[in-house]
């Protein structure tokens, strides 16, 4: 990863439950955050990337069109919630090999919980016809089998997922932009109703409507102390190839890389942002990236706290558990977070010695489970 | 054809077409490739071990194991609503394969990893879009 580009400015909508907003007004709302806060201006944007489920028929050409805006390179994200992140590392490429100057990365969508359902019942052809024909519940029906798998092989205990709602919604009472900012007890986790056993209401995230963005460019451009360097970054799709309900992903494959090319360990993170679609998906992402063995986050869950000031700041925004996901949007909204963190923007949430923190993507379910996994770690440039 | 709610169905198409037909008739087709040997769900156009498209097509016993399982309250499809909780599970075949599948025929409570099931017999399967499975013993 070539040091001297990175992120130099970001941006996030409100996230609402419903709207009557278009989609390219969100992304615009964004985009034009993105230009403040990078301190740049439409013109600049020679690169554009999007993710985002509800965008066909359109793509990241039609988007340019929409935009008003000539590229030299265009990227349509494939790889669900794990293409944000993925979208950021191949943009750094893109600016490195000559193809492009400053690109616009976006995410998002707008629907609500009923076309969140659309959506599942329709991802793809799989889905469609081997599981939308049993009523499999969406995501919460897979990412059940999943959690049961977890627990039974390992013992990993509902209590001790529920430390990651609980922390992530402390850290959601101090973000404006969350949509559920009430007090979350570990009782309320344990008691809240069933949705798909033994998945219950917190374990599953709110389908909302927002966007996010970031730029990326050449970092002696970026606003003085406000650019994010990408020391290291990896994607991977369809690990382990033919198994319906893996308990664990791409993430394996590239840990060792990830943190050698970065020149730090887990140890070193002052922060996670990993993809919360589940808690069990954030324990796997836990357990696959080193911070414990897999099989033993719950002990690991039990020993560390995950508000903003916990021993383990994680998803300190209060990520989709507690912001809602916005599509495509919830595969940006950690990144975004991170830099938010890294450039010392984190107002009542900052994390005090956020120098640097791991960002992790997850998404695109198949026959039983996430397809694609994505990483990246960042640093706050002196 | 079939009584029963109205599901949503798969998409018959040139890949899926006879495991469908073959489910009318209360069998789970699965498919092995003709090169490598490899067996698996769901229908195809590739052998994804070996990419050979020479596939065939071989009847399973209709017996397994549940691997793991989810009691879903909240399907996405109301034609499921009166008949909550679901419980899909991921069923082992004796022939190795993994897929899907829905357990019926049993207290939702009974369930348990581990737990061998069999294929629902023809005059039941008829109501069902996809192999389903029921407790051996039922």
Request: include cysteine.
């Amino acid at each position: 990863m070539n040091r001297s580009i990175g992120i130099l400015g970001y941006g996030q909508s409100v996230y609402v439950k419903k709207t009557d907003r278009t989609l390219f007004s969100f992304f615009a709302e964004v985009a034009r955050q993105a230009l403040t806060s990078a301190n740049l201006s439409k013109g600049a944007i020679d690169g554009l990337a999007v993710c985002s489920f509800e965008l066909p028929p359109d793509n990241a050409v039609t988007l340019a069109e929409q935009f008003g805006i000539s590229v030299s390179w265009a990227y349509l994200g494939t790889a669900g919630g794990a293409g944000p992140v993925a979208s950021v590392i191949n943009a750094i490429r893109a600016i490195d090999a000559g193809h492009a100057r400053t690109v616009l990365c976006i995410a998002g969508d707008n629907y609500d919980v009923a076309g969140h359902y659309r959506l599942m019942d329709n991802f793809n052809r799989a889905l469609k016809n081997y599981a939308t024909p049993h009523g499999f519940g969406g995501a919460n029906g897979l990412f059940g089998i999943v959690q049961r798998k977890h627990m039974e092989t390992y013992g990993t205990k509902r209590e001790q997922l529920g430390r990651i709602a609980v922390g992530q919604r402390a850290s959601a009472m101090l973000n404006d932009n969350a949509l559920l900012r009430a007090r979350l007890t570990l009782d309320d986790y344990m008691n809240a109703r069933v949705i798909a056993d033994p998945i219950h209401l917190y374990d599953c995230v709110l389908p909302c409507s927002g966007a996010e963005a970031v730029i990326v460019g050449a970092l002696d451009r970026a606003p003085k102390g406000k650019g994010v360097r990408v020391l290291s970054g990896y994607e991977r799709h369809n690990h382990p190839p033919g198994e319906v309900a893996p308990l664990r992903g791409g993430w394996e494959l590239f840990r060792d890389a990830l943190y050698r090319d970065a020149g730090y360990g887990p140890a070193d993170m002052d922060f996670v942002q990993a993809y919360d679609d589940y808690p069990i998906m954030v324990a796997i992402q836990l357990e696959d990236l080193g911070f414990c063995k897999k099989g033993e986050v719950g002990s690991f869950l039990e020993r560390h706290s995950f508000a903003w000031d916990g021993s383990l700041p994680l998803n300190t925004g209060g990520g989709q558990l507690s912001c809602g996901q916005s599509g495509a949007g919830g595969g940006m909204i950690g990144l975004v977070e991170a830099v938010r963190q890294l450039r010392r923007e984190g107002k009542g949430r900052q994390v005090p010695t956020a120098r640097r923190g791991l960002v992790s993507g997850y998404g695109m379910v198949g026959y039983g489970h996430g397809l694609s996994t994505s990483s990246v770690i960042l640093e706050c440039v002196q | 054809m079939t009584a029963g709610p109205a599901y949503p169905r798969p998409r018959a198409d040139a890949d899926n077409r006879h495991f469908l037909d073959e489910w009318r008739e209360g069998r789970l087709a699965l498919q092995a490739c003709s090169s490598c040997g490899h067996k698996f769900f769901y229908a195809r156009p590739l052998c994804p071990n070996c990419w050979s498209d020479g596939l065939t097509w071989i009847s399973a016993k209709g017996e397994g194991e549940v691997v793991s399982f989810s009691l879903i309250y909240r399907p996405n499809d109301p034609a499921f609503l009166g008949e909550v909780p679901i419980a899909l599970a991921e069923v082992r075949l004796t022939e190795g394969v993994a897929l899907l599948a829905r357990i019926v025929d049993a207290n939702p409570a009974s369930i348990r990893t581990g737990m061998r099931v069999g294929l629902l017999p023809k005059a039941e399967a008829a109501r069902f879009p996809l192999p389903a499975f029921r407790p051996k013993g039922a």
